[in-house]
């Protein structure tokens, strides 16, 4: 310390043990570039307060007063000056340690309560929320927190702990009361006297779509409209009193009474079917699952249901009750009803007025054949002689089946009836046989055949539905099956023949009905058939290949699901031999025919649905499908060819883009 700041110091204390004797207890202070050790304890010999001074705290203070001041005032003066240069007191067992101000919130600094802090001392706060959350307010007081300060958030309690210099926990906890409030928008309820309600709330939120609508924007801009059918009322909220007093307006503007008698109301659907709705409307009030049978449907197209309580004849006016007609040209309600029934049943209607999602289902018909046959064998036959008069003498071996082209005698008959394969047989000319006529003297034939076969089919039929209606696609051909047939014959030698026959479907057919369930997952009423023509020459009539399938199961949105299927492996081995001379080792091969065959089939069906609530889930569906087309079609055109003209074959025009559609519920 220089000889001038310790002189300053002695004085201030000279004049404060003088001062100190008066009545009024005041002091003046008078530091200038004085070092923080001596003011310190200047200060605590002026308080009487303990200090304890940090290693590191070092400098010096200006602190200057134009008047006394109270001797009570000393210490907060030494905290603001030690603020300014960059340090702190924390009071801690009687003793005030004056530490670096990084490390005032490390040393424990006083917790005090509402309305306590105050001065330039580090200090602790809790500031438990009623109404905001805390997460949500520490980002707001972080920035009012000084740099060396701390904030917390505990949303166990919901509070916010704060730790920072008196008066900054001052001006935050006023902060934070003026934030922390109940919502100021209180719920009106608007009651109706004339109008309905349901066409009151129907107005209001289009002329306020983009205010009810909810989603992130400015919170001033919103508008909560709720209809009560119960007291035919409107609950109305918003923090915008502007909004307010519009909306209450215009709903006083808005229920008032109608010159036209009666409560006639018309009501356009724009997804249901109105008739249905009719239907329903009917059995719900009259609380029988049967009255739907009472819509008639009259010439015009105009469909009536009556209400209980109320004549069935529509030009006499209802007491209590109502009449409901369903308009099916403009699709269509007209409801004639008294204000209360009128209300619950818009309710209703606008329930089931709804736009109803639709399923797309994929199937995958998977079938994978693979058949192999092979077959060997030796036939002999004797001929010689058989044509000469007197007693001959034939023989030999045939196997197969005849007519088939595996057996000599047929091959005989008939060598290009010769079924396909490696046939070596040894020709003696022709001969005649009585009864028979000229046949090839065919003494052996040797039989050699091997054959391997797969087939790799796959078939992906698609169909598309609303929730809850049935769908059907059919893909083959219509084939004729003769059922009977009968002759008649007259005295005539003319004959009346003819036959009935009843057409079938041959092809792939796929009917479903689809119930979307709230969880996203899809009930699925399947039937599956795929069928094919296998032979036509048959006597008896066409035989035909059938695979199908019909159950019901739950699948989850765009997963895929196995619905069965078949896995077949097959093994037959024949044999036809002589007896004795086909058990013979090596040279009994001459005497026998043997064939083998194998058949593997490995047929799968699945499934998978795609639940489509928009216009764009169906529109990339469609444009995909649209494109594949269109590749295909492509692929299909002539090329270009040196002598023949060219011929461009069909193309699709591009796909338009669709507009955008309201989203379904």
């Known amino acids: 310390m220089n000889r001038f700041s310790r002189h300053c110091v002695f ?47 070092k400098g010096t203070i200006n602190i200057v007063s134009a008047s006394p001041i109270p001797t009570s005032a000393t210490y907060d003066v030494l905290l603001s000056a030690l603020r300014v240069n960059g ?30 802090a105050q001065g330039d001392q580090v200090l602790t706060q809790i500031f438990p929320l009623r109404y905001e959350s805390a997460n949500m307010l520490m980002p707001l007081v972080r920035p009012l927190v000084s740099q060396n300060g701390s904030v917390m958030a505990t949303p166990a309690f919901n509070a916010l702990v704060v730790t920072d210099y008196g008066n900054n926990l001052r001006r935050m906890e006023k902060l934070i009361a003026e934030i922390d409030r109940p919502n100021a928008s209180v719920p009106y309820v608007i009651p109706i006297r004339y ?28 508008v909560t409209i709720v209809p009560d059918l119960r007291s035919n009322s409107l609950i109305i909220r918003s923090d915008n ?3 307010l007093e519009r909306i209450r307006s215009l709903i006083q503007s808005l229920d008032q009474k109608t010159e036209a008698g009666g409560n006639i109301h018309l009501i356009y659907l724009k997804n249901a079917e109105a008739t249905r709705v009719a239907q329903t409307l009917r059995a719900v009030l009259s609380g029988d699952t049967s009255a739907a049978s009472a819509t008639s449907a009259s010439s015009s197209g105009m469909a009536t249901t009556t ?33 209360s029934v009128y209300n619950n049943l818009r309710f209703i209607i606008d329930k089931l007025d709804f736009r109803r999602a639709q399923v797309h289902v994929e199937a995958l018909i998977v079938e994978v054949t693979s058949d192999k046959a092979a077959e060997f064998g030796f036939q002999w036959q004797s001929l010689s002689g058989a044509n000469d008069s007197g007693t001959n003498t034939i023989g030999g071996t045939n196997f ?26 040894i020709l003696r000319g022709k001969i005649t046989l009585p009864g028979i006529g000229t046949i090839l003297n065919l003494g052996m034939l040797a039989r050699a055949m091997e054959s391997d076969s797969n087939a790799n089919i796959l078939s992906t039929p698609n169909l598309m539905t609303l929730d809850n209606e049935e769908a059907k696609i059919v893909i083959g051909q219509n084939v004729p099956f003769i059922t009977g047939q009968y002759a008649q014959t007259g005295n005539t030698t003319t004959a009346t023949p003819f036959q009935t026959i009843e057409r079938k479907d041959v092809g792939l057919t796929l009917r479903i009905k689809p119930q979307i369930s709230e969880g996203g997952s899809v009930k699925l009423q399947i039937f599956q058939e795929v069928s094919s023509i296998q032979d036509k020459t048959n006597v008896a009539g066409i ?6 399938i019909e159950s019901t199961v739950i699948v989850d949105d765009s997963q895929i699901i196995a619905l069965g299927g078949l896995i077949q492996d097959s093994v037959t081995e024949s044999l036809d031999k002589v007896p004795f001379l086909g058990d ?17 089939t490995n047929l799968m069906v699945f499934l998978r649905p795609t639940i489509m609530r928009d216009a764009k889930s169906y529109a990339d569906i469609t444009d995909q499908r649209y494109r594949h087309i269109m590749g295909e079609q492509s692929k299909a055109i002539p090329r270009s060819h040196f002598i023949l003209p060219d011929m461009d074959g069909p193309k699709m025009l591009p796909l338009p883009s669709s507009p955008s559609q309201p989203a379904e519920r």
């Open 195 to 222: 109008a309905s309600v349901v066409d009151v709330n129907h107005t209001l939120n289009k002329l306020f779509a983009d205010s009810v609508a909810s989603g992130t924007g400015d919170k001033m801009q919103r």
């Open 87 to 116: 340090f702190t007191a924390v009071e801690s067992d009687g003793v005030t340690k004056v530490v670096p101000e990084a490390e005032g919130k490390l040393q424990g600094g006083a917790l005090v309560r509402k309305g306590k």
């Open 584 to 600: 013979i080792p090596v040279i009994g091969n001459l005497f026998k025919t043997e064939s083998r065959k194998r058949t593997k």
């Open 241 to 243: 009193a502007m909004y």
């Open 543 to 548: 035989i035909t290949n059938k695979r199908s």
């Open 400 to 425: 197969g089946t005849r007519g088939t082209g595996t057996n000599i005698i047929d091959a005989a008959a008939n060598i290009g009836s010769v079924s396909t394969g490696l046939n070596i047989g």
């Open 307 to 339: 209400l209980p309580g109320t004549n069935s004849t529509a030009t006499q006016a209802p007491v209590q009750g109502g009449i409901i007609h369903a308009d099916a040209a403009s699709n269509s309600l007209i409801i004639t009803a008294p204000e």
């Open 11 to 57: 004085g201030a204390l000279i004049f404060c043990t003088a001062f100190s004797a008066t009545a009024e207890e005041k002091v003046t202070l008078n530091f200038v570039n004085a070092d923080i050790d001596a003011v310190i304890k200047a200060i605590s010999q002026i308080s009487g307060r303990n200090f304890l001074i940090d290693p590191r705290v």
